[in-house]
C-alpha cells in the first residue's frame, strides 16, 4: 500500500515539473517579445514631463522665463493647447524655465496669449473683501432697533 502511495506521489511531482517548465518557458518567451516590442516603439510622453524626456524626443527645443505665481493656471492653459512643456526652477532668480518643443511654438504663443488675458484679468476685478463686508453688515445690525414686546398669549409680560 505504502509503495503504490509512493509511485503515484512521483509520478504526480513529475507531471507537475513538466507542466510548470512548460509554463515557465512561455511566461518568459511572452515576456521577450513585449519588451522588444517596446524597443520598437517607444513610449511618446505628451503635456507636461521632464526635460529629459522632452530632449529624448528628437524635436528642437526651446525655453521661455516666466515667473513662478500662477504656474498652476498656467499649465491648465497649456494642457488645453496641447502643448509639450516641462518646467524647470531656477532658484537664483526664483523664475521658472518654460522648455517646449520647437514645432509647438505656435500653439504655446496662443497659451501664453490666454494665460495673460486671464492673468490681468484676474488681477483688474478685485472683489471685496468678505472681512470688510462681514464688519459691515455688523453695523447695519447693531443699528436696528430690536421690539421688545412679547406676544400675550404664550405668558409673557409685554414691555
Do not use: C
Not at 531656477?90 to 495673460?116: H, I, M, S, T
Request: charged residues 30%; glycine residues 8%.
Amino acid at each position: 500500500m505504502q509503495d503504490e502511495v509512493r509511485e503515484k506521489s512521483v509520478a504526480l511531482t513529475i507531471k507537475v515539473g513538466k507542466a510548470g517548465g512548460r509554463l515557465t518557458a512561455g511566461l518568459l518567451k511572452w515576456a521577450i517579445r513585449k519588451y522588444l516590442a517596446q524597443a520598437q516603439n517607444p513610449k511618446i510622453h505628451h503635456g507636461k514631463q521632464t526635460v529629459k524626456q522632452l530632449v529624448s524626443q528628437g524635436a528642437g527645443v526651446q525655453n521661455i522665463e516666466i515667473t513662478g505665481k500662477n504656474i498652476k493656471s498656467f499649465e491648465r492653459v497649456a494642457r488645453k493647447y496641447g502643448v509639450d512643456f516641462a518646467l524647470k526652477k531656477d532658484p537664483a532668480q526664483g523664475k521658472y524655465l518654460v522648455f517646449f518643443k520647437a514645432r509647438d511654438a505656435d500653439a504655446l504663443n496662443a497659451a501664453f496669449a490666454e494665460y495673460a488675458g486671464k492673468s490681468l484679468n484676474r488681477s483688474a476685478q478685485k472683489k471685496p473683501s468678505l472681512l470688510g463686508q462681514l464688519s459691515h453688515f455688523k453695523e447695519i445690525a447693531k443699528n436696528l432697533t430690536r421690539d421688545t414686546a412679547k406676544n400675550r398669549e404664550k405668558g409673557g409680560v409685554e414691555l
